[in-house]
């Protein structure tokens, strides 16, 4: 079953899916005396999140000129991590400190690749950072686990992994061994998805997921990026903001799987594919002369021809025409605006 055609989503409430007045989350919520650490301690570093996006950003059209969501502690010199489309091309970030109050943050890296964003505070949280490093990977199928919006218990559910699996979305994105959830958590972006064994972070909330166990489509449930993602890439992003290295070849559309064929949606403006003639409605029949059917054989094919900038080759049928375009693809992080160093 899909809601008003959702069948996930990066953060909006969704009509039918959502109610805007509901006071708590769905589920049971986690008790103290389950766990064997500090609950309302490791609670405490998940903190409300918003961000000012300028209306002329790449992302505001999709992803609206403000945002909200969590972010989650990482260390104690004010270094926060989230999902990077909530402050992907921000200008400004808000995170809620202790007491109501309000603290100054600003972005500092973003990697398209993980979904993945960094912030830091200006001032010194007066709340402990969680413990990153946990192993994601025994969470596995039916294992226990805590999501965790800014609330304290309240806001944290007690939930269960329901898959293991690669996640394919329509932007040009894919993570091999993503954390699906249930029940939902309507408070998904930027969510803690924490080890109810040790309370250390293990992932970091991405997608609202309309049958996430891949089984039961009447099911919601949230997918999760797993931390460990984070490791090779931190010292970059602290750096440069960005992950170092050449960039995959990024094609600018959107493309979903209907009746076994590939159908793009939708193009960004002024992107590769667009500057290049693709147009919504085309099928994508192959990549370099590779039949591809699904999202994953799209991504493969084209992220092993070459480095952003090489020229891909893309077997399109629009209409009753078979066609060859040739995209010059491009560097997704030029695209958008990247962190102000600070």
Avoid at 64 to 91: H, K, M
Avoid at 104 to 132: C, Q, W
Avoid at 204 to 211: A, C, D, H, P, R
Avoid at 316 to 334: A, K, L, P
Wanted: net charge negative.
């Amino acid at each position: 079953m899909m809601i008003n055609g959702v069948k996930h989503s990066n953060g909006h409430k969704i009509e039918g899916v959502i109610r805007s007045n509901e006071p708590t989350i769905p589920g049971s919520t986690i008790e103290a005396n389950t766990v064997k650490f500090d609950l309302e301690a490791v609670l405490s570093a998940v903190r409300p999140l918003r961000s000012i996006v300028p209306a002329d950003a790449h992302s505001a059209a999709t992803l609206g000129t403000e945002r909200e969501g969590n972010a989650v502690l990482i260390d104690e010199s004010g270094l926060f991590l989230t999902i990077g489309y909530l402050v992907v091309e921000a200008t400004d970030v808000f995170i809620g400190g202790s007491d109501g109050t309000t603290i100054n943050a600003h972005p500092v890296g973003y990697d398209h690749e993980t979904g993945f964003g960094l912030i830091r505070s200006v001032e010194m949280p007066a709340f402990p950072p969680i413990k990153v490093g946990g192993d994601s990977n025994k969470l596995v199928k039916g294992s226990r686990a805590i999501v965790a919006s800014y609330g304290g218990t309240r806001s944290a559910l007690d939930a269960h992994v329901v898959d293991r699996r690669l996640f394919t979305g329509s932007w040009e994105y894919m993570v091999e061994s993503a954390i699906f959830t249930a029940p939902l958590h309507p408070s998904w972006s930027g969510a803690a998805l924490i080890d109810p064994e040790n309370g250390s972070l293990c992932g970091i909330g991405s997608l609202f997921i309309q049958g996430p166990s891949g089984e039961n489509e009447d099911e919601q449930g949230n997918m999760f990026v797993p931390v460990e993602l984070l490791s090779p890439i931190i010292d970059d992003l602290l750096k440069i903001g960005k992950r170092s290295g050449p960039a995959r070849p990024w094609l600018g559309l959107h493309a979903s799987e209907a009746l076994a064929h590939l159908v793009i949606g939708s193009t960004f403006e002024r992107g590769p594919a667009a500057n290049a003639g693709v147009q919504p409605g085309d099928i994508l029949e192959q990549v370099e002369d590779k039949p591809v059917g699904t999202l994953e054989e799209f991504y493969r094919e084209l992220w092993s021809a070459g480095e952003a900038g090489t020229s891909i080759k893309l077997g399109i049928i629009r209409g009753s025409t078979s066609m060859d375009i040739f995209v010059r693809s491009g560097d997704r992080r030029e695209y958008y605006t990247q962190p102000r160093r600070h």
